[in-house]
Every structure is written in structure tokens, then in C-alpha cells.
């Protein structure tokens, strides 16, 4: 089971986004071999011999099946590729936000870790979805987006289970607040993505299965394993 970056072939989805950028510079940097870098939109993304843009929307079964007959030596799958409409569930006007962020925040991770299984299990590689502490306790003005991400938790330990018995390892990372697009009108302490990025791929090396990634997600990770309605009713009342 892939452990180890240096050497590896990787494929990151929503390669375009902050965190997934600072993930490949620290990629390159811990020796990977060859980053497919994946995205809806590849024009910003410089092409290489070490790193290969290639058109993916994880939300395409057409996108994703042709990406699988061209990544056919991966050996590290990364689900980065994600939205979050941040809208509470009564607020939105109807159900479409909601339908989105598990579209491509379970569905998609879902449908790329099935395209590409064949290819993991041959190659005894590994996955590692990208999430958030959010999944596993709900913040309400984001609702669906947590809950989306719950989804996708489910989905990591399902995946365990289904791909570890054929040599391949899946591993999740819980970071908090991150100063993207994502989390641009929070009024909170956010990690750089060059700082996350190294603690997710620290984690992932270190052979750790759910990496917590800054201050924010581990002291709320103790928080619910102390007293998970206590962290339920401070998130419920942020202010």
C-alpha cells in the first residue's frame, strides 16, 4: 500500500483550487514522480513532464471514464475537488445547492475512486480524500456542505473496508478553516494552504487514516470525543 510520495504517481482532482495547487508544489518537492493534475478547466494549469493536465469534471461519467483510460499508472488517488454553496438548509430557495455539493463533494469522490479502483488495486496504491473537521459535526449556515462531506466520511470508511482487503489504503483529511475561495467572508483564524497542505501529506506518510490538519481541527476532534453535544451546541451558536 502506496505510503510513501517519493516515486509515487499521483492523480489530484480539482487541481486548479488553492489547497490542491499547494498540494502539488509539495508533491513535487517530496519526489512524486508524475502529478495528473485534473480539473473542469486546464488552461491555467502548465503542463510538464512531470505534470500532466488532464479535463475531468467530477460530476461527468464520460469526463471520469476517460481520464481512468489515460491515468492508467497512478499510484496515489487525491479527491480534492469539492464546493460549498455556504447556505443553511432552510435558507436556500430550493433543493439545487444541496443536490450540488453532494454531487461533487460524495458522488463525485465516489465515482472517480470506482473508475480508478482497477487501476489502485493493480498497482497496490492508495487513496486519500480530501474533507473537513466539518464532516464529522454540523455547522448550520453551511448545513448541506457538512452534511455533503458526512457523506463522503461514510464513503471513506466504506472504502476502507472494500479496498484495503485487495492491498490498496484509504486515508481521509480533516483540516479546518483553510484561507481559500471557500472560506473568503469567515471571520476566522484559517491556515495557509502551503502549511496544510505539509500537515495532510505528513499524515498521509506517517500512515495515519484520518489526518487532522491545524489547531482547529484537532481541538475539535477532542472536543467530540470528550463531549460531542457540547461541540454540537458551540457550533450551533458561532457567535
Do not use: W
Not at 464520460?62 to 499508472?73: F, I, L, N, R
Not at 460524495?106 to 474533507?131: C, D, E, H, M, Q
Amino acid at each position: 500500500m502506496t505510503e510513501s510520495i517519493k516515486g509515487s504517481v499521483v492523480l489530484i482532482t480539482g487541481a486548479s483550487g488553492a489547497i490542491a495547487q499547494a498540494l502539488i508544489a509539495a508533491l513535487m518537492a517530496r519526489g512524486a514522480a508524475k502529478i495528473y493534475a485534473a480539473a473542469r478547466d486546464i488552461s491555467a494549469l502548465a503542463g510538464s513532464d512531470q505534470l500532466v493536465p488532464i479535463k475531468m469534471d467530477v460530476t461527468s461519467d464520460e469526463d471520469v471514464t476517460k481520464a481512468a483510460q489515460v491515468a492508467t499508472d497512478i499510484t496515489l488517488l487525491i479527491n480534492n475537488a469539492g464546493i460549498n454553496h455556504n447556505t443553511g438548509f432552510l435558507v436556500a430557495p430550493d433543493l439545487a445547492m444541496a443536490e450540488a455539493e453532494i454531487e461533487a463533494n460524495y458522488l463525485g469522490p465516489l465515482r472517480v475512486t470506482r473508475a480508478f479502483a482497477p487501476i489502485l488495486i493493480a498497482n497496490k496504491g492508495a487513496v486519500l480524500n480530501l474533507l473537513t473537521i466539518l464532516s464529522r459535526v454540523n455547522l448550520p449556515f453551511m448545513g448541506s456542505y457538512c452534511a455533503s462531506k458526512a457523506a463522503a466520511l461514510s464513503l471513506t470508511q466504506g472504502l476502507r473496508a472494500d479496498l484495503g482487503s485487495k492491498g490498496v489504503r484509504v486515508a481521509a483529511a480533516l483540516p479546518g478553516a483553510v484561507d481559500t475561495r471557500m472560506t473568503a467572508g469567515l471571520p476566522i483564524p484559517k491556515m495557509s494552504p502551503p502549511d496544510a497542505a505539509k500537515e495532510i501529506l505528513d499524515g498521509f506518510e506517517a500512515g495515519e487514516e484520518e489526518i487532522y490538519v491545524g489547531e482547529m481541527a484537532r481541538g475539535l476532534a477532542q472536543g467530540l470525543a470528550h463531549d460531542p453535544k457540547a461541540v454540537e451546541r458551540q457550533l450551533a451558536s458561532p457567535g
